[in-house]
């Protein structure tokens, strides 16, 4: 989708000519991109959908493209990056919602897209380059009966390894939980930014400090991801008379272990009506849940269904092209249909306190009737069933959905705010991971990766 809204504004240097003169001499044959209008284009993602990011991105652009055919190539750009101190930002496919890959300080985009092979795969696990797409994975892993476990809604455009650097969970997620439990990145690959770069090869609870982390800490050259089986999933769309029932059902399937499932996103009214392929399958002022149940467990769906909804749309699930896959209706693309013919409304994340999760959800739907239209995910957090609201908003002003965000913050609602670019407020904490901003400091002294994301570290070198 285009953005035709977005606040356009001039593309100036930031980086010295001389320098980049010199920076791009000492590539010798690695690609670039200079011409002003790409740089500015491919230096975007979808940070859009938050009107505030709109505002303060507008002007952020990278001064070069760097396009690295191999590690060596990584290497290469990071020395050259390091001797001249010009700020780096690795790119994938830009699909992220928060301006992760848009670069504050000039300097080089990275675009990892041509690392994008399978270097090996076997039963439960690939290693493979951070551009792969995600869908062309999943087609290359479902040949010998395995999947990813988890992907975005942006399945078939996202990179891998722009998902583990900016992402947090998805599609899966319900089974397998968030890409920060144990098990879900086996290891990755990275190489520094220094003069001298190293490889390093993070393996295990290591390799977390590259997830979510907004490429600030190391250039991701590989991934190492477990896979599921691959099953054959039935994505299916159920009605109900009001939202609330949508959610106990969902939570219901959430809790049945033996149901093998992948997604459960209950939205309520007026939603589907931005659903325009599927608009049939949404009766008017009904609720809906979009589920992906394994065509095995299908008749255990139907059984606890039990008429309390009405199925009214059931179909194999499909990446083919010419296809709109179910899930590019929920989490974030939830936003995004709306965003097709309202570009006055925004969202937020948010993660409800799982002792009260769906009272949470209702509590915070009364309290904004006519700001906040529900939608929620069902996840697995830290072996626990969950809800991550992604409520459409309807927005005013700053100051009023800062109003929003506190009001749910004071009722136990953990907020990840998609309208900051720093990925500490932008992932709930407040403040860096302690891991990963040690480990920041180790890999780039000079805080010349994605400066700006990280707002809490303070390089070690001038």
Not at 40 to 48: A, C, M, V
Not at 162 to 169: D, I, K
């Amino acid at each position: 989708m285009s953005a035709p809204d977005t606040i356009e504004a001039e593309a100036e240097t930031v980086v010295p000519a001389a320098t980049l003169s010199a920076l791009i001499a000492d590539l010798g044959d690695v690609p670039v991109v200079t011409e002003r209008k790409q740089v500015k284009r491919r230096s975007r993602d979808f940070y859009w959908y938050s009107p505030i990011l709109n505002e303060e991105l507008a002007g952020k652009f990278a001064d070069v493209i760097v396009a690295p055919r191999t590690e060596a190539d990584v290497v290469r750009t990071a020395a050259a990056c390091a001797k001249h101190r010009v700020p780096l930002t690795p790119r994938g496919a830009a699909t992220g919602n928060y301006g992760q890959c848009m670069p504050l300080h000039g300097g080089v985009l990275l675009d990892m897209n041509a690392l994008d092979r399978i270097e090996w795969l076997k039963p439960g696990a690939c290693r493979v380059g951070p551009g792969m797409v995600m869908s062309d994975m999943d087609a290359e892993t479902q040949e010998k009966g395995f999947e990813l476990r988890m992907h975005p809604s942006t399945k078939r455009r996202a990179t891998i390894g722009g998902f583990v650097a900016g992402g947090s969970g998805g599609i899966g997620s319900v089974t397998y939980g968030g890409l920060r439990e144990k098990g879900n990145i086996l290891a990755a690959r990275i190489v520094t930014m220094e003069e001298t770069p190293r490889i390093i090869e993070l393996r295990g609870d290591a390799a977390q400090n590259i997830n979510r982390a907004y490429g600030t800490t190391g250039i991701i050259t590989a991934l190492e991801m477990p896979l599921a089986p691959a099953w054959d999933w039935i994505e299916l769309i159920v009605t109900f008379e009001t939202f609330g029932e949508a959610m106990v059902f969902a939570d219901d399937v959430a809790h049945a272990d033996g149901i093998v499932k992948k997604l459960l996103s209950p939205i309520a009214w007026p939603l589907p009506t931005a659903f325009r392929a599927v608009r049939d399958a949404c009766p008017d002022g009904q609720a809906i849940l979009i589920a992906m149940v394994a065509e095995a467990s299908l008749e255990s769906f139907r059984e606890l269904l039990a008429g309390r909804g009405e199925i009214t749309l059931e179909r194999p699930a499909s990446d083919a092209p010419g296809q709109e896959p179910l899930y590019e209706y929920t989490w974030n693309h939830t936003t995004l249909q709306m965003l097709k013919g309202d570009r006055t409304v925004t969202y937020l994340q948010c993660l409800h306190p799982r002792s009260r999760a769906l009272e949470s959800v209702a509590e915070m739907a009364a309290r904004f009737p006519d700001e906040i239209l529900p939608h929620c995910e069902f996840i697995r957090f830290r072996g626990e069933v969950g809800v991550s609201g992604l409520p459409v908003v309807r927005f005013t002003t700053p100051e009023r959905l800062n109003e929003i965000i506190a009001v749910h913050e004071a009722s136990g609602v953990t907020i990840a705010n998609p309208h900051v670019a720093t990925l500490e407020d932008g992932g709930g904490e407040k403040r860096a991971d302690a891991d990963q901003l040690g480990f920041k400091r180790d890999v780039d002294p000079f805080g010349l990766l994605n400066p700006g994301k990280m707002r809490t570290y303070v390089p070690e070198r001038a």
